[in-house]
C-alpha cells in the first residue's frame, strides 16, 4: 500500500494535525472546553463548545468558554495555512445547535505567507505566565503591532497606561480575587480543575505553576495553591516587574463577539510570543458582573471587556498537559456532548 492510500483511509488524519494544533490553546483553568468533528473524507473539522467543562460559578454565560474555542479555531486556520490552503470558516452553521461554534472546510491553494509561518511556528512556545516578568522593557513597537493585531481580527486592545487607570484596574482584580478567595464555592469549582504534581492529568493546572505567591505584582493573581493562608509575611512585592496591562475588548457582547475575541486574542498572543513575550491574565473582575461593567464604563473605552492580561518577558516555567488527539477529536455521526 502507497503512503498517499494511507493517507486518505484514514478520514481524521488531516484533522487530527489540526486539532493537534488546536489544542494548545489557552482556556480558564486549562479546562480545555472543546470537541472536534473530523468530516467524512476530510472535508472539513468541526469546533463545538463542551459545555461539561464550563465553569458553573465563574463562567455562568460561557464567555470564557467560548473565548477559548475562539483561540482554537484561530490556530486551525493557521494550520491549514501552514499546509498551503485557505481555511473556509462558517461560524455558527447550525443555529438550532449554539454549541456548534464553526466548521472549517480546505479552499484554494495559496502559500503561505511569512507572518502566517510566524505565527504558526510561536504556538507551542506560547504558555500563560504567572507573577513576575523579567524586567526587561518590551520592544517599542509591539504594543502597536498587537493592537493591530486585534483590530483586524475585529476586537481592541486597550493598553491602560496612566497610573490612575492602572491602579483603579488593579484595584478592582483584588476586590474580586479577595471575594473568591473568601468564598468556599468558588474553592470548591478551582479545586476541581487543580491537582497537585504526580497526578496523571491532561487538564487542570498543578498548584505549583505560579512559583511566586499569587500578591507579587501590583495585579493580584489566583491563588491556586492557598498561599495567603501559608504566608504570616507579605509577599516581597515587585510592581515594576509587572509590565504593561491591557484590555481586550469587542463592541458586542454576544457568542460570536466571544469567539471574535478569542480569535483575536490568540493572535496577539502569538505575535507577542514570537517576540519571546508572554502573557498573564487577570480575568477575575470580569467574572463579576458588576465589576465587569465598571470596567467597560471606565477603562474599556465603552468596549466590552473579554480578557485582561499584563505582557513581559517570562521567567522560566513549562507548558501545562493536553488532552491527547484522541480524546477531543470525533469521527462524524459519533454523538457530541
Ligand atoms: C478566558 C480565559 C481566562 C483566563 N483567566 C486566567 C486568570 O485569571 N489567571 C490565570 O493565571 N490564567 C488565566 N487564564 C490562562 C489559563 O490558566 C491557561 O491558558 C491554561 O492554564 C493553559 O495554560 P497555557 O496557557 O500555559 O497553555 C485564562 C485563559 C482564558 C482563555
Redesign the pocket.
Known amino acids: 500500500m502507497s503512503h498517499m492510500s494511507e493517507v486518505r483511509a484514514d478520514p481524521r488524519h488531516a484533522s487530527a494535525y489540526l486539532v493537534r494544533a488546536a489544542v ?9 472546553p472543546w470537541t472536534f468533528v473530523a468530516e467524512d473524507a476530510d472535508r472539513g473539522v468541526e469546533v463545538h463548545a463542551d459545555g461539561s467543562r464550563r465553569l458553573l460559578l465563574a ?1 455562568p454565560s460561557g ?3 467560548v ?2 474555542c475562539g ?1 482554537a479555531l484561530l490556530n486551525i486556520r493557521l494550520a491549514v495555512r501552514h499546509l498551503g490552503f485557505t481555511p473556509v470558516v462558517e461560524y455558527f452553521p447550525r443555529p438550532a445547535d449554539p454549541a456548534y461554534l464553526a466548521r472549517v472546510t480546505w479552499g484554494a491553494y495559496q502559500r503561505p505567507t511569512p507572518d502566517e509561518e510566524r505565527l504558526f511556528g510561536a504556538l507551542r512556545r ?5 507573577g513576575p516578568f523579567l524586567s526587561e522593557p518590551l520592544p517599542p513597537a509591539l504594543a502597536d503591532v498587537l493592537r493591530e493585531h486585534a483590530h483586524r481580527a475585529g476586537a481592541t486592545l486597550d493598553f491602560v497606561a496612566d497610573r490612575q487607570g492602572r491602579r483603579q484596574l488593579a484595584e478592582l482584580v483584588r476586590s474580586a480575587e479577595e471575594t473568591r478567595r473568601s468564598r468556599p464555592e468558588c474553592a470548591a469549582e478551582q479545586a476541581r480543575w487543580t491537582w497537585w504534581p504526580g497526578e496523571p492529568r491532561y487538564d ?2 498543578p498548584v505549583t ?2 512559583a511566586a505567591h499569587p500578591d507579587a505584582t501590583s495585579f493580584a ?2 491563588d ?1 495553591i492557598g498561599h495567603t493562608p501559608m504566608f504570616a509575611l507579605p509577599p516581597r512585592r515587585r510592581p515594576s516587574r509587572t509590565g504593561p496591562v491591557a484590555i481586550l475588548g469587542t463592541d458586542r457582547d454576544d457568542p460570536a463577539a466571544w469567539l471574535r475575541a ?1 480569535e483575536a ?1 490568540q493572535q496577539v498572543l502569538l505575535e507577542a510570543a514570537d517576540h519571546g513575550v508572554m502573557a ?5 473582575p ?1 467574572e463579576v458582573p458588576s465589576l465587569r461593567v465598571r470596567i467597560r464604563q471606565t477603562l474599556g473605552g465603552g468596549a466590552h471587556p ?3 492580561l499584563r505582557l513581559g518577558y517570562p521567567p522560566c ?1 513549562r ?2 498537559p ?1 488532552r491527547p488527539v484522541t480524546d477531543v477529536l470525533r469521527a462524524a455521526g459519533a454523538a457530541v456532548t
Do not use: K
Not at 498573564?280 to 477575575?284: G, P, R
Open positions: 494548545t490553546a489557552p482556556s480558564p483553568y486549562n479546562t480545555q463562567d464567555r470564557e468558554m473565548i477559548s483561540a506560547r504558555r500563560t505566565v504567572r487542570g493546572i505553576v505560579a493573581g489566583r491556586y478569542g486574542l498573564a491574565f487577570h480575568t477575575q470580569l473579554q480578557m485582561i516555567g507548558p501545562l493536553r
